[in-house]
Each structure stands twice: as C-alpha cells, then as structure tokens.
C-alpha cells in the first residue's frame, strides 16, 4: 500500500490567492482527518469525517477554510482567499473506523507557504 | 474532557542513555493510547498503542511504553538512546465513540554524542 497521498508537498502562494490542498486515503480506511501544524500552535484538528461526512469541523479557524469528500478515495481542503497566518504544515491522516482501534497513518504532508 | 498533557517541550539526553518521555491523561475511563514520532519534514509515524491486551507495549525502534492506571500515566522509555531517535514525540488518546485523537503538546528529543 502507498499510504495516504498527499498533494502537493510544497506550495507557495500570494496572499489572496486560493489553495487547494489533496488526499488520496489508504485504500479501505473510512475516517478522515485534517491537522494543521505549527510551531506556535503544535498539532491542531481541523475536521474530520466518517464515511465520506463530516462530523466535526469546530477545529476550522474560520470560514475561508473548507473541506470536502466528495467520495471515499478523495477529499480536499481549499483557503480562500489565503493569509500569511495560514503558513504551516498540513496533514492528512486516515483510520479504518471500528477496527485496529482506530490507529491513524499520516501523510507526509503539505508545507504551505503564504507570502 | 479528556485531555492528554506531556512534561516537558524538550528532553536532552545523551546517546547510550535512557530515555523517558512523560504523558499524562485526564479521563474517567482509560482510553487507547498512542505514541507517535516524527522525523524532520515528516508525517507522524506510529510507535506503538496501548489498547488494554497488556500494560506493558512494545514498540518499533527499542522504545516501550507502560500504562499505570493508577498514575493515569502511559511514560515512553528506551533503555539506550541513538543519535537517530532525535525527533519529536507525541502522545495521544483516542476519544471513544469518536475516532478522534487528542495529542499532547509534543516533546523534542534531543540525542547528545
């Protein structure tokens, strides 16, 4: 197995400008979960869903922020329009619910940069 | 609510020693627990998770970790530090019902020569 997908690995955009940040899950997981990492802030959730449905989005800073999945092989996490605060690393991670007590595998991963 | 608290942001040991990375939880109800490292410019990777099968749970790299219920405290130990276990360190509780992990704050490894 790959693992989870991410896409791209960098990215660096104008303030202003809209992001869209990519994951392919692990084959047969069903839960999926944004995180966003920065030193000042440490490891922060951002939403996640169960069977393609979001269950918890309160970790979303505001409403630039959004998340889909719009199937069990795909979900997206778009800022728009993007600031400089958004800069940091976001990661993707991926559980198969109910079982191997809901252990997550991250992705490697996008760096985001907002100049 | 559950939350998991880790002592101390950085630890500095030199290489051949012991190492011990700290973790608390705040629950009711024991939950799972994970530990997971993370390497410079990596994703985080998993160590090693108590799920209540033993209290003592081995892990990949030589690290292990002991649940003590009555201390509420889930400690990350290996006997002998490498210079390639520099990384940071993150305990996490899995928040029943939800799939949700609630990670610590993280702890930096820092491996002397």
């Known amino acids: 197995d790959a693992g989870v997908i991410q896409s791209p690995r960098h990215e660096v955009t104008e303030m202003g400008q809209e992001v869209t940040l990519r994951c392919k899950p692990i084959?047969?997981?069903?839960?999926l979960f944004w995180y966003r990492q920065t030193m000042m802030r440490g490891l922060e959730l951002l939403i996640y869903?169960?069977?393609?449905?979001?269950?918890?989005d309160s970790g979303m800073p505001e409403d630039r922020f959004s998340a889909k999945m719009p199937n069990a092989s795909f979900s997206t996490l778009k800022i728009q329009p993007s600031e400089p605060r958004d800069s940091a690393v976001y990661f993707c991670?991926?559980?198969?619910?109910?079982?191997?007590?809901?252990?997550?595998?991250f992705g490697p991963g996008t760096r985001l940069t907002v100049l | 609510a559950q939350s998991v608290t880790q002592l101390g942001s950085h630890v500095s040991v030199s290489e051949g020693a012991l190492v011990l990375l700290r973790c608390n939880y705040s629950s009711s109800v024991p939950p799972y627990l994970f530990w997971y490292v993370q390497y410079p410019n990596q994703g985080l990777q998993l160590l090693l998770k108590y799920t209540s099968a033993a209290t003592l749970v081995k892990g990949i790299n030589g690290f292990e970790a002991e649940f003590k219920k009555s201390e509420t405290s889930f400690h990350l130990t290996k006997p002998s530090a490498h210079m390639s276990d520099a990384a940071e360190y993150f305990c996490?509780?899995?928040?029943?019902?939800?799939?949700?992990?609630?990670f610590g704050q993280g702890t930096t490894l820092q491996v002397k020569p």
């Open positions: 869903f169960n069977n393609n449905v979001p269950i918890d």
């Open positions: 996490a509780a899995l928040r029943s019902n939800t799939g949700k992990l609630i």
């Open positions: 084959s047969g997981h069903n839960s």
């Open positions: 991670a991926t559980a198969a619910w109910g079982q191997e007590h809901n252990e997550q595998f």
